[in-house]
């Protein structure tokens, strides 16, 4: 059905520009044409997904799968993103699976699925995922963005700063990057690194409030643990002598020892931690034209 195919072809132009309202009119009536075509409605259920319209989508892809049973993943792999959009997100991980299973290669699948079990709370999960995602396509920078954050939800600092600091080396101008590595360093308390990132971040875009807002709050508790330093005015640590030791006993003398090694490791520990998408979505598209191409010759 030539017609149905020069539909389908435009229709796929439209989606893969952003332009979801006329690719969706060019699905509707490719539809019209060729009703039983499961390619169609996975395509217009993803320009549905894309434009917002999440329960159109959902309808559609179900139908796509319902029509014939998918040998890839595209259709669970959105209709998951269309769940987890509507805050679905135990079905969102059984779509995300299923896409799993059918392309194990594909970065989506396993981006959207860390999503939902970060959603869920299960950051170990979540961190696994995104870490297929980056074995996949290590340039990629999404993955390992979100899963810095999921380090960052689940307190691990040092490894969530090591992710941004790769997402910044792959894009300097990510704004929104520089405000996440802030915001862990100053959970670590190095405020001087946070608001560091946070200027960088506000050169980029210096209208940012959530930057400005928290450089402020920043500042504000970096003076706060100055001034009361400054008040209580600690005495300076010093070496242990021969003295003390005869002074006050060899056993306390080794307790304060160990306990400054210990603080010494903690220490050098946090220097180490320290130092320490589209591309898939238009392969996803042309599989799924692929087979919408030819469901529609005779």
């Known amino acids: 059905?030539?017609?149905g195919k020069s539909l389908v072809e435009t229709g796929v132009a439209y989606l893969t520009k952003g332009q979801y309202d006329r690719a969706i009119e060019c699905y509707d009536e490719a539809i019209?044409?060729?009703?039983?075509?499961?390619?169609?409605?996975?395509l217009r259920g993803s320009a549905y997904g894309n434009n917002g319209q999440y329960d159109q989508a959902i309808a559609d892809l179900s139908e796509a799968i319902r029509l014939d049973p998918p040998k890839h993943g595209f259709p669970f792999s959105e209709r998951g993103k269309a769940y987890l959009s509507i805050g679905d997100s135990d079905r969102a991980i059984v779509d995300y699976t299923q896409a799993i299973r059918?392309?194990?290669?594909?970065?989506?699948?396993?981006?959207g699925r860390g999503k939902a079990y970060e959603k869920q709370g299960y950051y170990d999960q979540a961190i696994a995922d995104f870490s297929e995602a980056v074995k996949l396509e290590p340039t990629n920078v999404f993955p390992v963005r979100y899963r810095g954050r999921a380090h960052s939800m689940k307190g691990q600092y040092g490894e969530a700063i090591a992710d941004y600091d790769k997402v910044i080396e792959l894009d300097?101008?990510?704004?929104?990057t520089f405000i996440s590595r802030g915001m862990a360093y100053a959970e670590k308390g190095q405020y001087d690194r946070a608001i560091t990132d946070l200027d960088l971040a506000l050169k980029l875009?210096?209208?940012c409030a959530l930057a400005t807002e928290s450089r402020a709050k920043i500042i504000a508790k970096k003076n706060e643990l100055n001034s009361k330093t400054s008040a209580e005015?600690?005495?300076p640590i010093k070496l242990i002598t021969a003295e003390d030791e005869e002074k006050y006993g060899a056993e306390l003398i080794d307790l304060a020892k160990r306990a400054a090694k210990e603080a010494m490791a903690a220490e050098l520990n946090a220097l180490r931690q320290e130092n320490a998408s589209l591309k898939n979505q238009i392969g996803q598209i042309a599989i799924a034209f692929e087979d919408a191409s030819n469901s529609s010759t005779p």
Not at 172 to 176: E, F, H, I, T, Y
């Open 1 to 3: 059905m030539a017609f």
């Open 32 to 42: 019209r044409l060729d009703p039983k075509n499961s390619g169609l409605f996975a």
């Open 102 to 111: 059918l392309d194990p290669r594909h970065v989506d699948p396993f981006v």
């Open 172 to 176: 300097p101008k990510d704004k929104d």
């Open 205 to 207: 875009d210096p209208e």
């Open 233 to 235: 005015a600690p005495m």
